[in-house]
Structure formats: C-alpha cells, structure tokens
C-alpha cells in the first residue's frame, strides 16, 4: 500500500473509534454463550443493514455473512474474508466499569467483543472505500468458539467460503499480554489441535478401613493422571509440540469412604495430525487396559476438537508488511507457537490465512489480566489500531 492509502485508513479508522468503542462497550454490557448469540446477531445485523451492506443471518445457526462489493466487482469475484466471532464464555465479571456484564455469570472474557466491534468498524471503513477495494470483502461474525465442534465448522458448512469464494482469510484476537499499539504475527504453524478426554471410572466403594474389599476408582485414576504423561515423554517426537493435561478429578467419597466412581477431565494438544491420531488411540487403549487390570469399567469420550492452526507464510508476510507501514517496524513482534486453541484452525484447512495477534494490555492503568479471567479488560485505544489492520488486509493486493 502507498502512504495516501495508509493515511485514509488511519484517518477513517481515527473517524469512528468512539462509534467502534460503544459497540463494545454494549456487547461486553450484553454477552451471550456459545450457539446462544441470538441479541448479538440481530445487533450486527442492524449496524450491516445501517450501513448499507448486504448480509445474511443465521448462518452457522446465529452467524451473520456481509458482502461489501465496489462498482467494479462482478457478482461470481473472489473475495477476502474478514472474520469475528461472537460468543462469550461462563465467566462472571469482576471489573466495576459502567459497561460490566448484565448477565450473572456470563462475560466477554476473550475478547469476542472487541472482535465484533472491530470488524463492525471495519465494515464501515470498507463501505466507504468500496470502489478502492481490488476484491470484494466478506464479512464473517461467527458463533461458538469457544465450544465444540467449533462455530467455524458450521459456517463452512452452511458455504461462508463459497459463493463467492474466499480466497484469503483474516483474523485478530486480543492479546493483553502485548502493550496496546503492538501486534504480533507468526508464519506457518502457530496453535495447536485440540481435544477433550472426559472419563468415568467405575469401582466398587466400601470403608476406607477395608481397601482390599473395595475396588478404588481414586487410585485408578490417579494412575491414569500419571501414567498417561508417558504417552507424550516416550512416545511423541521431541520435536513435535504436545502437550497431555487433566484439570478435573471429581470422587464424592469421605476420610473413611471409598467412592464408587470417579471422574477425570483433561484436554490433549499437539501440532501434528498422524501422531494426533496415534495418541489418541494409544489413550484409550492406555486408560482401558488401567482400569480393567484393576477390576473397574470405564466410560470414555474423546470429543475431537479443532485442528491446529497454520499461518499462510505470503499471507502472514504481506500482512506483518503493512502492520510495519501502519505501526514501525519497533511496534511488530514475531510470536512463538502456543498450544492454546482456536477454531479459525478449520478455515486455515480450507484456505490461506493470518490469524494474527492485537495488543490490548495497558500495564500503566492495570489492564494486565489475560483471557478467561474475570477481570480482563482492554485499553480502548487498540480498538482503533485493530480497525486499521482488518482494514488494511482488504487492500494487500493494491
């Protein structure tokens, strides 16, 4: 992009920032768990149609797809998609700030709010600069990221890269551990797989005095909690990233009562898909094979989750190019790999994308809670830089 490009976008973006701040203050005051976005969607529906874009909704089931075209895109054009998702998480709030959640237990505590905000800005932005535009921009508000199977695998299936079709993919997400005025980016893989394990042991309770008339559900699992971090210490590659945790081990027994069951949660994550396949198999067959040898049963469910993430390396570089152009070279950080999750893996399965970082963290004023915390914030001021950057991606081919 030349520099009158560069100085229209950040003179447009500066334009609507207190516009862009309300809608996320509204959303964060209005926030809706996974698959139930319905007061959201109807919200982005309403600003689309304010601003004269064309859309659907309930794509995905609460979705809403936009298309903004310019006088010179025929209707079958390829087009660069821009998305956000919607959701919010079962979270309850502890900021005191005019715009906390209204709903008790239920908070935008990853940042979808800002997500949403942003793209809604940038819908405005584009609107207007439509006829600059080398392709036609879908816009994507997405349901249910936060839950499985992942609001991504519904929009693909209800064809949001088809017709026209996407050629090019672009997200942000929050990013509170970078000071505000920064983002960050990172070619090729980037986040992991992931995948829930969810399983109750069966044993045989009784006193805690009389073990050897009992048949311990706690020491099962125990030994699963330990001996399963095998599987990724001797049979993964080193070289793979992997990771194996579990978070849940609930057991209703007493100081002198063994339980009859016990139930056990975790999560697996990995950047590689054969041996994703081999170690799930080699979980279930590790988790049997320890509570049978026992003498319990078990109940298992491994729900599969989203794939992991990879970066398009042009895209990512051409992108990281313009954030240097809109921000200096000192303002753009490259990023490790993270195991951490992120449904907008699906569509980097389907086509190229950048899924890249927004630093909303402002450690002078105490913004410094990460994601899924009850007091996470942002400074608004990234609400402005993270329009000219979902901007700008319209535009890397002019």
Same mark, same amino acid.
């Given at each position: 992009?030349?520099?009158?490009?560069?100085?229209?976008?950040?003179?447009?973006?500066?334009?609507?920032?207190?516009?862009?701040?309300?809608?996320?203050?509204?959303?964060?005051?209005?926030?809706?768990?996974?698959?139930?976005?319905?007061?959201?969607?109807?919200?982005?529906?309403?600003?689309?149609?304010?601003?004269?874009?064309?859309?659907?909704?309930?794509?995905?089931?609460?979705?809403?797809?936009?298309?903004?075209?310019?006088?010179?895109?025929?209707?079958?054009?390829?087009?660069?998609?821009?998305?956000?998702?919607?959701? $919010? !998480?079962?979270?309850?709030? /502890?900021? #005191? =700030?005019?715009?906390?959640?209204?709903?008790? &237990?239920?908070?935008? *505590?990853?940042?979808?709010?800002?997500?949403?905000?942003?793209?809604?800005?940038?819908?405005?932005?584009?609107?207007?600069?439509?006829?600059?535009?080398?392709?036609?921009?879908?816009?994507?508000?997405?349901?249910?990221?936060?839950?499985?199977?992942?609001?991504?695998?519904?929009?693909?299936?209800?064809?949001?890269?088809?017709?026209?079709?996407?050629?090019?993919?672009? $997200? !942000?997400?929050?990013?509170? /551990?970078? #000071? =505000?005025?920064?983002?960050?980016?990172?070619? &090729?893989?980037?986040? *992991?797989?992931?995948?829930?394990?969810?399983?109750?042991?069966?044993?045989?309770?009784?006193?805690?005095?009389?073990?050897?008339?009992?048949?311990?559900?706690?020491?099962?699992?125990?030994?699963?909690?330990?001996?399963?971090?095998?599987?990724?210490?001797?049979?993964?590659?080193?070289?793979?990233?992997?990771?194996?945790?579990?978070?849940?081990?609930?057991?209703?027994? $007493?100081?002198?009562?063994?339980?009859?069951?016990?139930?056990?949660?975790?999560?697996?994550?990995?950047?590689?898909?054969?041996?994703?396949?081999?170690?799930?198999?080699?979980?279930?067959?590790?988790?049997?094979?320890?509570?049978?040898?026992?003498?319990?049963?078990?109940?298992?469910?491994?729900?599969?989750?989203?794939?992991?993430?990879?970066?398009?390396?042009?895209?990512?570089?051409?992108?990281?190019?313009?954030?240097?152009?809109?921000?200096?070279?000192?303002?753009?950080?490259?990023?490790?790999?993270?195991?951490?999750?992120?449904?907008?893996?699906?569509?980097?399965?389907?086509?190229?994308?950048?899924?890249?970082?927004?630093?909303?963290?402002?450690?002078?004023?105490?913004?410094?809670?990460?994601?899924?915390?009850?007091?996470?914030?942002?400074?608004?001021?990234?609400?402005?830089?993270?329009?000219?950057?979902?901007?700008?991606?319209?535009?890397?081919?002019?």
């Amino acid at each position: 992009m030349n520099l009158d490009r560069i100085n229209q976008i950040k003179s447009l973006s500066k334009d609507i920032k207190t516009k862009v701040q309300a809608y996320r203050e509204y959303l964060h005051a209005n926030p809706e768990l996974s698959y139930e976005e319905h007061e959201t969607m109807h919200f982005v529906s309403e600003k689309l149609t304010d601003l004269g874009i064309k859309h659907s909704a309930k794509i995905g089931g609460t979705g809403v797809v936009g298309i903004i075209r310019g006088e010179h895109h025929k209707e079958d054009m390829p087009c660069i998609g821009l998305r956000a998702d919607l959701d $919010a !998480l079962p979270i309850h709030e /502890e900021n #005191e =700030v005019p715009y906390r959640s209204k709903i008790d &237990g239920v908070m935008h *505590a990853c940042g979808h709010d800002v997500h949403t905000s942003v793209l809604l800005g940038t819908a405005e932005v584009l609107q207007s600069m439509r006829n600059s535009l080398p392709y036609p921009v879908k816009l994507i508000f997405q349901p249910g990221e936060e839950k499985n199977p992942g609001g991504a695998t519904l929009m693909i299936r209800d064809g949001v890269l088809k017709d026209p079709k996407i050629i090019r993919m672009f $997200a !942000l997400h929050v990013f509170p /551990e970078m #000071e =505000v005025g920064r983002v960050g980016f990172r070619e &090729g893989l980037y986040m *992991a797989s992931c995948d829930e394990i969810h399983a109750t042991i069966y044993g045989k309770g009784g006193h805690g005095a009389t073990p050897h008339k009992c048949i311990d559900p706690i020491l099962i699992g125990a030994e699963i909690v330990t001996s399963l971090q095998k599987i990724v210490s001797r049979k993964c590659d080193p070289k793979v990233p992997c990771v194996l945790s579990f978070g849940h081990f609930e057991a209703q027994g $007493a100081t002198n009562i063994i339980p009859s069951s016990a139930h056990i949660k975790g999560t697996f994550r990995t950047m590689n898909e054969a041996w994703r396949a081999e170690a799930l198999k080699l979980i279930e067959q590790s988790m049997t094979g320890i509570v049978v040898s026992a003498g319990g049963t078990l109940e298992l469910e491994i729900s599969k989750g989203y794939p992991y993430l990879e970066n398009d390396p042009k895209t990512t570089q051409s992108m990281k190019s313009i954030a240097i152009n809109l921000l200096g070279e000192e303002n753009v950080e490259d990023l490790p790999i993270r195991l951490t999750a992120e449904d907008f893996s699906y569509y980097s399965q389907e086509v190229p994308v950048c899924f890249f970082r927004l630093g909303v963290g402002n450690s002078e004023q105490g913004i410094v809670h990460g994601v899924h915390h009850p007091k996470f914030n942002i400074d608004n001021s990234s609400l402005e830089i993270g329009v000219q950057m979902m901007v700008s991606a319209a535009f890397i081919d002019s």
